[in-house]
């Protein structure tokens, strides 16, 4: 049962994620990303590679831990309940996020100046999926993918205030090397592709009663023998509710 119900997708998909970042740490550790190569350098054109390549890089071995375990789970659940469009979701989000990351300017909030930072790291992606599959589930108003975004808000609701400067919450004496930016970006760009997509893959069904004009002559049938066989409903009409009838009916349906 579960062989059939879980796609491969949804399996591969992450592992190779993973592995990627995995790799792109240990080349760090080799010595083969110093400095600020392969990492988001706003607004200067040698940090346009940090685009593509800074979601593979991180500072440490707690940076990367903590980054692959969500990775994991919300990439699993964007290809389990979104295959139709979760390769563009990631793909253009991973790029998005990182492009707008580029695009603004790192100044320190309270002083205005200019600081030369250098981005790494996969959280950037992590709020793409996270605020994709919140909005989307809440955009196409369907009951499983809905419980798919309550899902999201359960376990990464905190992530909302990844958004915001931790100068704001805390005295420091130098700037946090979290990067609020790539945050911020990702929440931004994740809310935006929902939309976009919003008309695309499973929507909320709805039934062929719930249509206007819908008759159907076996409904019909089962209407008149209803009203032969429970007259004192009807002599009582104007006391109850006219849908517990439809109920009645709706079980009779099903039988």
Not at 105 to 132: K, N, Q
Request: proline share 5%; net charge neutral; glycine share 8%.
């Amino acid at each position: 049962m579960f062989k059939n119900a879980i796609s491969k997708r949804a399996i591969i998909y992450p592992l190779l994620m993973l592995s990627a970042m995995w790799f792109g740490y240990f080349l760090q550790m080799q010595g083969f990303f110093q400095s600020c190569f392969g990492a988001i350098i706003p607004l200067l054109p040698e940090g346009l590679l940090g685009i593509v390549t800074s979601p593979l890089l991180h500072g440490n071995i707690d940076h990367i831990i903590g980054n692959s375990i969500p990775i994991a789970a919300l990439m699993f659940l964007l290809y389990q309940f979104y295959p139709l469009v979760a390769n563009k979701v990631f793909i253009i989000g991973w790029l998005a996020t990182g492009l707008l990351v580029w695009l603004l300017p790192p100044i320190d909030i309270f002083s205005g100046e200019y600081m030369y930072t250098c981005t790494i790291g996969a959280s950037g992606v992590v709020y793409v999926l996270a605020f994709f599959l919140f909005f989307s589930g809440v955009f196409k108003w369907n009951t499983k993918l809905l419980t798919i975004s309550m899902l999201v808000v359960l376990y990464y609701g905190s992530l909302v205030w990844g958004m915001l400067p931790e100068e704001l919450f805390y005295n420091m004496q130098e700037p946090s090397k979290i990067s609020w930016q790539a945050h911020l970006s990702g929440a931004i760009v994740g809310s935006m592709i929902a939309f976009a997509f919003k008309n695309v893959g499973e929507k909320k069904k709805k039934f062929i009663w719930e249509f206007p004009n819908y008759y159907s002559e076996k409904d019909d049938k089962l209407w008149q023998e209803y009203k032969e066989n429970h007259p004192e409903d009807f002599m009582e009409l104007p006391y109850k509710k006219r849908d517990d009838i439809w109920d009645h009916l709706d079980e009779l349906r099903k039988k």
